[in-house]
């Protein structure tokens, strides 16, 4: 078990959650492997959740001039039309998301689902990319597109290691979108997404009484550190898909993957949290 100090393991999450969060390799994955292999002290779920919504800061700060034309142009079609596939998508995300909880369905926040996530995960960036890999797509965001990304949010939910943004911006492009398009989309949708299972996991909190025994400086002091860590990288991954691929991430996911199955399955790793 961690001998850390909350507030450290908090920072540390905090920089893990903002580093990750938009890089195809996901953040949950990456919140809840050093918690459940006693790396570092537990948070718990509400902060894991949470803290994702310091990152959303991230996105509106870096795109501050992209959210001003959308304020000043909602009178021209192209801007309405624009904001309503975002709302379409976050509305799959979210019908999903509610028949979930309806259900109790339980989400997996355990080693070794995270691994086999995080492994095959490697193989779909591959797959994607050599099957987009002359074709320059386009910016246009249809209908099929949206519901596809709504529904590829949804499944990153329900299997941590799999990447929010990365399976969004994948779907987008396996569907004919490119790259730079399909990540703005991605980042844009994040906002309501995030914001909205934060808000929704506090109002939670409040409902079962666990809101009282959270705390709530160490909550913030994550969801700052988190906002910090995740301008940086949205800054830089932003011109870094204008030229690159995601098979640098994908050989990440691969051997990292690899490593916790191996640990998993053939090391001390503990089954449960």
Same mark, same amino acid.
């Given at each position: ?10 920072? @540390?999450?905090? @920089? ?9 390799? !996901?953040? %949950? ?19 894991? *959740?949470?803290?994702? !919504?310091?990152?959303? @800061?991230?996105?509106?700060? *870096? ?9 000043? !142009? ?10 309503? =596939? ?14 979930? =909880? ?18 095959? &995960? ?10 987009? =890999?002359?074709?320059?797509?386009? $910016? ?9 990304? &709504? ?5 990153? $939910? ?9 399976? !969004?911006?994948?779907?987008?492009? /396996? ?6 398009? #399909? %990540? ?12 909205? /299972? &934060? /808000?929704? =996991? ?17 909550? &913030? ?16 991954? @932003? ?22 199955? $191996? ?5 001390? $790793?503990?089954? #449960?949290?």
């Amino acid at each position: 078990m961690s001998s850390l100090p909350d507030w450290l393991a908090v920072i @540390i999450l905090g @920089i893990i959650e903002g580093v990750t969060e938009f890089l195809p390799i !996901s953040s %949950t994955g990456h919140l809840l492997i050093p918690q459940n292999l006693g790396w570092l002290p537990k948070q718990g779920e509400v902060f894991d *959740v949470v803290i994702q !919504s310091g990152a959303v @800061i991230a996105v509106l700060a *870096v795109f501050t001039n992209r959210v001003k034309q959308f304020a000043t !142009s909602l009178n021209q079609p192209d801007t309405r039309d624009y904001l309503l =596939k975002l709302f379409g998508a976050f509305c799959v995300t979210s019908a999903g998301g509610l028949l979930i =909880k309806k259900f109790d369905i339980e989400l997996p926040e355990t080693v070794p689902p995270v691994a086999w996530a995080t492994f095959i &995960g490697a193989f779909v960036i591959f797959a994607v990319e050599a099957w987009r =890999k002359d074709h320059r797509g386009t $910016a246009e965001i249809t209908w099929t597109v949206v519901v596809a990304v &709504g529904l590829a949010q949804l499944l990153a $939910a329900v299997f941590p290691g799999t990447s929010r943004s990365g399976a !969004s911006i994948l779907m987008a492009m /396996a569907l004919g979108m490119a790259r730079p398009a #399909a %990540t703005e989309f991605s980042f844009l949708l994040g906002v309501p997404t995030l914001m909205a /299972a &934060g /808000a929704f =996991k506090i109002l939670s909190a409040f409902k079962d009484g666990e809101a009282a025994h959270l705390d709530w400086a160490m909550l &913030g002091l994550g969801t700052v550190v988190s906002a910090i860590s995740a301008f940086v990288v949205v800054r830089w991954l @932003i011109h870094f898909v204008q030229s690159h691929t995601f098979n640098g991430f994908a050989w990440y996911r691969l051997l990292m993957g690899g490593a916790l199955l $191996a640990y998993v399955y053939w090391g001390q $790793a503990p089954a #449960a949290p």
